[in-house]
Each structure stands twice: as C-alpha cells, then as structure tokens.
T-cell receptor, first 113, second 115 residues
C-alpha cells in the first residue's frame, strides 16, 4: 500500500515569506507526527496529532509555526515569516492507534534564502 | 526527559567486515528503543525495535541489536556489511506520553562502506 507522502519535496522561499508543507499519512493511521531535521542532526519532534486535535505541540519552536489536521487525515505545517534558521528537512510520520512504530515520509526540504 | 547519544559521527568499514554502531540512552523507566536508517533523499526506515522480552532483537537487512540495561546501551550490529548499507543510522528512544510515543533521536552515525 501507499506510504506516507509529503509535498512538496523541495521548497525554496525568501526570508519573511509564508510556507505550507503537506503530509498525507497512511490511510487509517490516526496518529500523525511532524519532525524537523537540521543538517547533521537527528529529527526533532515538533507536534503530534491524535485524530484532528494536536495532543502535544511542545516541540514547536515559536508561534510562527502552526499545524492543522482538520479532518483527521491530511496535515499541513504552516510557517509564517520564515527565517533562514528554519531551513531544514521537515519529516512527517504516522502510526496506527496503539502502535509504537512510526512510519516516515520522505520529507520536505525547506530552504529559506 | 529522555536522550540518546551516538558517539560516532562517522564510521568507515570495508565491505564484508563486521559492523557495530554504538548507542547510549537516558530514560528513567524501561525504554522503547529503535534503530532507523536513512539513505540520501529518503525517509527514515525502521530497522528494528525493542520494547520488552528478549534483549537481542533481529531486524531487517541482517541487522541485530542488543539491549543492555546495565550499560544503558542498544548497539546495532551486522556480521558482514554490504555496499548498499552505506547510509546514516539513527538510534532513538521512545517514551509513552499520554498514550503515544514521544521519540527522541540521536544525532546519527554516517556509515561509509569501502570496497
């Protein structure tokens, strides 16, 4: 079956612009996670959704970052007033209810010029 | 809070040689432990995981890892490395938090395989 997909695969934007990154989880997976992976680092947790609600957003670095999952499936990570430090690969993962394994998408590489 | 240390940033091995990637974790209770592999431009793929039971776990692609509570370690091993194993490897520790897994990753070990 289809895995987690993320669009776009690459996004280049200018400092101060707004960007949206999309994640399509595996069908039927109720849990969805966003991570950020900076160069030379491991993924860092940003936010977790169970269904439509953000159960844990403690990893979001500041209020420029926001994520939604309005119908409990597709999720969008939104970054306002982008800064060069936001440049990273943004990874999405999903898992079935009650499962501990997370299935990762290929990521979106964001470059802020 | 949990944490993971991967002390080796970069490792080079010859094809056919054995491999061991080190991982140490910090967590107050019994951890959930994972090893993931990431090839260039690819997402993370789970190699193996440990939750409980037998401390030697087998994974995909011929990898295994051993959980040693006394050493807070979860080292990844492979008896004979193939050129296709060249990738970056991440150890991770998960903690159940309100019914879900909050996973913390290490900084990764980049594996180079030479002919």
């Amino acid at each position: 079956g289809a895995g987690v997909s993320q669009t776009p695969s690459n996004k280049v934007t200018e400092k101060g612009k707004y960007v949206e990154l999309r994640c399509d989880p595996i069908s039927g997976h109720t849990a969805l996670y966003w991570y950020r992976q900076s160069l030379g680092q491991g993924p860092e947790f940003l936010i977790y959704f169970q269904g439509t609600g953000a159960a844990d957003d403690s990893g979001l670095p500041n209020d420029r970052f926001f994520a939604v999952r309005p119908e409990g499936s597709v999720s969008t990570l939104k970054i306002q007033r982008t800064e060069r430090g936001d440049s990273a690969v943004y990874l999405c993962a999903s898992s079935p209810l009650g499962e501990n394994e997370q299935f990762f998408g290929p990521g979106t590489r964001l470059t802020v010029l | 809070a949990q944490s993971v240390t991967q002390p080796d940033i970069h490792i080079t091995v010859s094809e056919g040689a054995s491999l061991e990637l080190r991982c140490n974790y910090s967590y107050g209770a019994t951890p959930y432990l994972f090893w993931y592999v990431q090839s260039p431009g690819q997402g993370l793929q789970l190699l193996l995981k440990y939750f409980s039971g037998d401390t030697l776990v087998q994974g995909i692609k011929g990898f295994e890892a051993e959980f040693k509570r006394s050493q807070s370690s979860f080292n990844l091993r492979k008896p004979s490395v193939h050129w296709s194993d060249a990738a970056e490897y991440f150890c991770a520790v998960g903690a159940n938090s309100g019914g879900y897994q909050k996973v913390t990753f290490g900084t990764g070990t980049k594996l180079q395989v030479i002919p």
